[in-house]
Structure formats: C-alpha cells, structure tokens
C-alpha cells in the first residue's frame, strides 16, 4: 500500500494547502499532507481548530476516486465510520460518531472532521479529507470538553506511524465504500435514545432516529414531531 506523504513543519491549514496543491496539479489518490504545527485550522462552520504543535495529528486526505454513486453525505459517514473503527479495532479506544462530523471517547470530543467537496461544474472533482485527532496532547481548556488519544490510555504515540496505519485502514475500506456506509448508524451517538438540544432557541428532550441520505438529522419531539434538521438548525446540549 502507498499514499503520497506530505509534511509541513508548519502550514495555516492542511485543507487549504492540499486545496491550492490539487487545484496547481494533479494529485494521486489519497495523497496525504500533515502538519506539526497547524496555525490557522479550521473547524465546522467557521469555527476554528486549535491543536498544541507537535501533539496532535492535523492532516487532509485527498479523495478522488469516489464517483458520483456516492453522495457527498456518504463520504462524510464512509470516513468517520473508518475512523471510529480504526480508533477501537486497532487502538481499543470507544469512540462514537456524534453527528455530523465529531468523534466523541467517553463523551468527550477526541477528533473532529471536516470534509470539503470541490465542484467542478456539475460533478464533484475531488473531497478534502481534513482530520485533527488528539493524541499526545495532555490538557486542553476545560470549555472545549475535548480528550486525547493518551489521556485516555496513558500512553505515547508516534504520530507518523498512527497517521500511516489510519490511511491504511482508509484505502482498505475504499475497496467497498458500501460496507463501511452501511455500518454508519451502529456507531451514531445516542442512536435511538433521547438527548437534549436546542432547537428555535428552545431547550428540549428528542430521540435521535437517525439521519436522512442528505444528511439532516432526524429527530422525533413532542414540540416538533418527526423532524430533519440541518446544522445550522440543532445544537447538542450537553
Ligand atoms: C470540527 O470538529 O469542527 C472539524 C475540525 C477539523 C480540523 C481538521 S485539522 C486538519 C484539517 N485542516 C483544517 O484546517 N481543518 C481540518
């Protein structure tokens, strides 16, 4: 098995540079580009990622092999359900995938993905995989409720050697993206049972049924019935 490794000692965002660097030329599958030291990473709808410098893996993956058959929701629960698998079949870590795009460990925010499609016309030339996993990092302030690969398991990992075993996991699941898809709500975080969230402004209780082909979830309320909503509409409370 063989990726296209690329590692910056520093870069503003993984993403962003494999965006420029698949836009200048053509890239091979999977190509990979990491970074000890990520200083402007980007989060879910313009949050930012912020990671300690040499402890954690921030990196993006190019995905240009996936044709239309699959839909951009799709490669968003092929790769986080790989990672979730990888994370407990190879290192033993519990890990759920808490929708849309957090990997949660004992409730607690361990990787976090964001996945950018780029369009050219109408097909979907090529998605970013970007990934930031906490691994070596020791303490992060208390308001992002976030946990790392060591607080959890005491132990020290090489992040080169965990990113390349990730990416094998990765082309191993890509030979039958169906299976993996298939398996997306075994992992789903409060999977048919109740949660809070704040819906309209409002606090209350839901059971999370699961989530549609375009990736709205799908909750059922007393307030609201069986509803789908989409990311700007639903906040997990904790
Ligand atoms: C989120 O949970 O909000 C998604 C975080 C994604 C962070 C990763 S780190 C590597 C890649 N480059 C970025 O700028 N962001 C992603």
């Not at 690329?6 to 962003?16: F, G």
């Not at 079949?89 to 990787?111: G, T």
């Not at 975080?189 to 704040?198: C, D, S, V």
Request: glycine share 6%.
């Amino acid at each position: 098995m063989s990726f296209q490794l690329v590692k910056l000692h520093a870069t503003a965002s993984t993403n962003e540079e494999l965006k420029v660097r698949f836009r200048e030329s053509e890239l091979p599958n999977l190509t990979t580009i990491y970074t000890d030291h990520q200083t402007a990473g980007k989060g879910q709808m313009g949050s930012s990622w912020v990671s300690e410098p040499f402890k954690n893996l921030t990196f993006s993956v190019l995905l240009s092999n996936l044709n239309a058959e699959f839909t951009d929701f799709e490669i968003n629960k092929l790769v986080t359900v790989v990672l979730v698998e990888w994370l407990r079949e190879k290192l033993q870590i519990q890990a759920v995938i808490k929708w849309p795009n957090d990997i949660l460990s004992v409730r607690h925010k361990l990787a976090g993905v964001l996945i950018e499609n780029i369009y050219k016309g109408n097909s979907r030339a090529c998605s970013i995989i970007g990934i930031g996993l906490n691994v070596n990092q020791m303490d992060f302030p208390d308001l992002e409720k976030a946990i790392s690969l060591n607080q959890i398991t005491n132990k020290t990992y090489d992040l080169e050697l965990l990113l390349i075993d990730f990416l094998q996991a990765l082309q191993k699941a890509l030979a039958n993206p169906g299976e993996a898809i298939s398996r997306y709500e075994q992992h789903l975080f409060k999977y048919h049972q109740e949660a809070r969230f704040q819906i309209d402004g409002k606090e209350l209780t839901a059971r999370v049924e699961g989530v549609d082909d375009t990736g709205r979830l799908i909750l059922i309320s007393n307030t609201y019935g069986r509803s789908t909503y989409g990311l700007k509409q639903v906040k997990w409370v904790y």
